[in-house]
């Protein structure tokens, strides 16, 4: 992006291929670097691959109920809206070539080197006329919201989630720890998320009952392996009967 400003800036251009591109690089540092240092851990920050990406969509929407956040239903507009316009443009564009030639179809019939004006742009500007009942009728004004509406959505996307980053919960329309507060019944995502968590975190459970003095190198188990295996009998049998307890209220949560 600063390359692009140097360069412009070197041949006399204005900056706004830098500007473009500024909307993307905001939406992965905002996500990729912002949110994780915000919510204190690199845990909270997507991986790369599709279901890393699918896991950090879900955990972002279960935490910060991202969809009803107004800067996410902007970035959404800007990027839907980018594409319809960018549509139409082209279409526009190619229906209304000046044809140039015999040719057969628009490709041949149009010559990649004249110096005139490529298309008709008071032909474009009659027909949407009638289409919407309204048009634009200055390029520079079609090309400049072109540009405005994508970049503009990416930079509200980014901005939503700094502040997500940082807690502020003021566009959480239904807040779950409000709603919490006032019923101690409802459960929020935060409650599953740690049931889930214990539910997996078999591991943990036995490690922290019994202490690394317990291991030696005779019976593998999960991994790990136990000098008294009574005591190993008897913690897999508690074990047992608290995870049924959790995943009979986890499927209950879910279901």
Not at 164 to 174: C, E, G, T
Not at 180 to 188: H, K, N, W, Y
Not at 213 to 233: C, I
């Amino acid at each position: 992006m600063l390359r692009q400003f140097e360069l412009a800036r070197s041949v006399q251009l204005r900056p706004y291929n830098a500007i473009a591109f500024s909307g993307p690089i905001a939406v992965f540092v905002s996500v990729f670097l912002i949110y994780p240092l915000g919510q204190s851990g690199w845990f909270f920050a997507p991986s790369f691959g599709v279901a890393a990406i699918f896991r950090f969509i879900l955990f972002f929407q279960g935490f910060h109920n991202w969809t009803l956040n107004p800067f996410h239903m902007m970035g959404v507009a800007g990027v839907l809206g980018a594409a319809l316009l960018c549509a139409i443009h082209g279409a526009t564009v190619e229906n209304t070539l000046f044809e140039d030639g015999d040719g057969a179809n628009t490709f041949r019939a149009f010559n990649p080197t004249q110096a005139e004006e490529t298309y008709s742009m008071v032909t474009a500007n009659r027909f949407w006329s009638q289409i919407f009942g309204v048009a634009f009728s200055n390029k520079r004004w079609l090309h400049f919201f072109m540009l405005f509406v994508p970049v503009t959505g990416l930079w509200m996307s980014a901005l939503g989630v700094v502040g997500l980053a940082l807690n502020l919960r003021a566009y959480d329309f239904v807040s779950q720890e409000i709603r919490a507060a006032e019923d101690p019944e409802f459960e929020t995502f935060y409650t599953k998320n740690i049931l889930l968590n214990e539910v997996l975190g078999f591991g943990g459970i036995y490690h922290a009952l019994l202490g690394p003095e317990t291991l030696e190198e005779s019976f593998p188990f999960f991994g790990y392996v136990w000098k008294d295996r009574n005591k190993m009998t008897t913690i897999l049998v508690n074990f047992t009967g608290l995870l049924d307890q959790k995943l009979l209220k986890l499927k209950h949560l879910l279901f």
